[in-house]
């Protein structure tokens, strides 16, 4: 293949019979794999052995799924990659089924032969497999109460997929009408488009038009939530974790310190938030700022077009921070196939990256020359750079990195391309407009999202001791919420303490922390890498290659993150501060507010 911006999926199998035997391999791995059932206290040797067949069925696994996944993509109207696409699905759940045996098994192994079992040198790759099962022990119940609650799982997961249904598929909501008197479709999709209009008319009424039905529907929404908490504080009790938020903690590779940590030094520093809020005002030519104004980008610059061309040297200016080896691998997957470019008719929307253990990463695309689009490649490649260095350094057991670090290399780069432009920008205009969407992001991702976490934990919390909470209970949380983390410069309409009930993420209970933790993370990382620390940015490629061999905060703690304590957090409210200052400054002439 030339064409240079597609992907060659022949790099993965060169041709259908090359895939035919591959997946035949895969099921003569899983058919082995099941005859280790019932041996693995026998010996370290059958432990050995069953690890090692494992090991190659994930690899064979990997490459057959993302083949099948990205020729899928490519074209999601081809009857013959939809065919194998569902045909791999199926293998994956099969391959899931036959190894679901190994963690439990080894759950019921004493702790001593297992230690015993890992002084075997052989067993090294496992190791952290292994400690993470037995970790875990004192959570696991019986198998008689364990096959109770898979088998209630589907319920339990009932309330989110009636919310779900009942808000995307059910909920009209009114029409708007735009400055022109022309009728606008409101929905779900086009919120978030019609709340940053210059329009301050066509803002309000979608907002008024989007909290309308929950409002309307606020008691019945209220259940399905109040269900989904109850089931997770029940099991939380049952597997004998302290709270519902030490159970999800736990299971993210965190802590409740952390969570409490976030919560504590955010709140010490929601005063740079009202700042920028009042900043905000200002510039919207207001006293105070409804929280319909909140997400107009008051300095938007016309976003001017850039060529896919002009794209990859802007990020491989924007990232040479990181370093010759760095940049030179990013050339390489420009110009070797990694990307899939432009949109095409039937290709995927959106854009991702997808690692290929023993290939390369894919990058997905649907470039359409917006500036938006040069920070999407930066993101994406991030990405792509953790996964190469992770699958080049560690097995396929160790490769993968939790969520808890998922985003922290491909938000490093997003910053570090921020920085760049903003720096080169020498249009006031322009430059204000770049340091608005900068500020924007870390608002949206560490301050909002803790303002979930925030609530989220008074709600699980309020039900572990008893409470009966009610909608109006909720809503005045949730509303005290927004008056504490917007400001003084903010009016706090009234329809906006109904939001907590169009955030689709508290059905994943205690998931949104990870967003501002990670948003954290990623701008002490970029911070210290646009200081020049000498060796830093060696010691950061070095932990994108630990993969998932070494827990998350101890992954951190490689790169001077320490999501524990107070001083890391500091260190982004005093970036976000820097950023607010500068743009003050723009504003006004050169003199502060």
């Known amino acids: 293949m030339n064409n240079k911006l597609e992907w060659n999926l022949n790099e993965i199998f060169e041709n259908e019979e090359e895939l035919d035997k591959s997946i035949k391999r895969l099921y ?81 192994i004493e702790d001593k032969k297992l230690e015993e079992y890992l002084k075997d040198d052989r067993m090294k790759p496992y190791e952290k497999s292994i400690r993470d099962i037995m970790k875990e022990k004192k959570h696991i119940l019986s198998e008689e109460i364990e096959s109770v609650l898979a088998k209630y799982s589907e319920i339990f997961a ?60 606020i008691n ?42 976030l919560l504590n030094e955010v709140n010490k520093n929601l005063y740079l938030n009202h700042e920028y809020i009042k900043l905000k005002a200002k510039l919207l030519k207001k006293d105070k700022v409804h929280m319909y104004d909140v997400y107009v980008n008051t300095l938007d610059a016309q976003d001017k077009k850039i060529e896919y ?127 608005n969407e900068q500020l924007d992001m870390i608002r949206a991702t560490l301050i909002r999202q803790t303002m979930f976490a925030e609530f989220e934990k008074q709600v699980h919390s309020r039900i572990e001791l008893g409470e009966s909470l009610t909608s109006q209970i909720l809503n005045d949380i949730y509303y005290k919420l927004v008056e504490k983390y917007f400001g003084e410069s903010t009016i706090v ?42 060796g830093y940015v060696e010691k950061y490629i070095n932990m994108l290659s630990q993969g998932g061999s070494k827990d998350s905060l101890t992954l951190l703690r490689m790169v001077d993150v320490d999501l524990e304590k107070e001083e890391t957090y500091k260190i982004a409210f005093k970036y976000f501060e820097k950023n607010l200052e500068e743009l003050k400054k723009l504003v006004n002439g050169g003199s502060s507010i």
């Open 28 to 108: 003569d791995l899983i058919d082995k794999i099941k005859t280790y059932k019932g041996k693995l206290s026998n010996s370290v040797d059958e432990m050995v052995l069953c690890y090692e067949n494992l090991e190659k069925a994930l690899e064979l696994h990997e490459k057959i799924y993302g083949y099948a996944m990205l020729r899928y993509h490519k074209d999601m109207s081809n009857q013959e990659s939809i065919k194998l696409y569902k045909k791999i699905e199926n293998l994956t759940t099969q391959f899931a089924e036959a190894e679901s045996f190994i963690s439990p098994e080894i759950s019921k």
């Open 220 to 261: 019945t929404i209220t259940e399905l939530y109040l269900a989904r908490v109850k089931q997770k504080v029940i099991s939380s009790k049952l597997r004998k974790y302290e709270s519902s938020l030490d159970f999800a903690t736990n299971n993210d590779d965190s802590n409740v310190k952390v969570y409490e940590t």
């Open 493 to 534: 309409d009234e329809e906006i303490k109904y939001e907590w009930a169009r955030i689709p993420h508290f059905y994943t209970c205690f998931y949104v922390y990870k967003y501002a933790t990670g948003v954290t993370s990623a701008i002490v990382i970029a911070s210290k890498i646009l200081s020049g620390e000498k």
């Open 309 to 435: 061309d002009e794209a990859k040297q802007i990020v491989l200016n924007g990232l040479s921070p990181m370093g010759e080896d760095y940049i030179n691998k990013l050339k390489y997957a420009f110009d070797n196939n990694w990307i899939d470019v432009y949109t095409k008719e039937n290709k995927m929307s959106g854009a991702y990256s997808m690692g290929i253990y023993g290939v390369h990463p894919f990058v997905l695309l649907n470039y359409v020359n917006s500036s938006r689009d040069v920070s999407t490649i930066a993101h994406e490649l991030g990405h792509s750079m953790h996964s190469y260095f992770a699958s080049k350094n560690q097995n396929v057991i160790n490769a993968n990195y939790t969520i808890m670090v998922a985003e922290v290399a491909s938000t490093v780069n997003e910053i570090l391309l921020a920085n760049y432009l903003i720096n080169k920008e020498t249009d006031k205009q322009k430059k204000m407009a770049l340091i």
């Open 158 to 217: 009932s309330s989110e997929n009636t919310y779900d249904i009942f808000t995307n598929t059910e909920f009209e909501f009114p029409d708007i009408v735009d400055d022109d008197g022309k009728k606008l479709k409101m929905s779900s999709a086009m919120f978030s488009q019609y709340l940053m209009s210059k329009s301050e008319n066509v803002r309000k009424q979608a907002f008024n038009s989007m909290y309308s039905l929950y409002k309307k529907h």
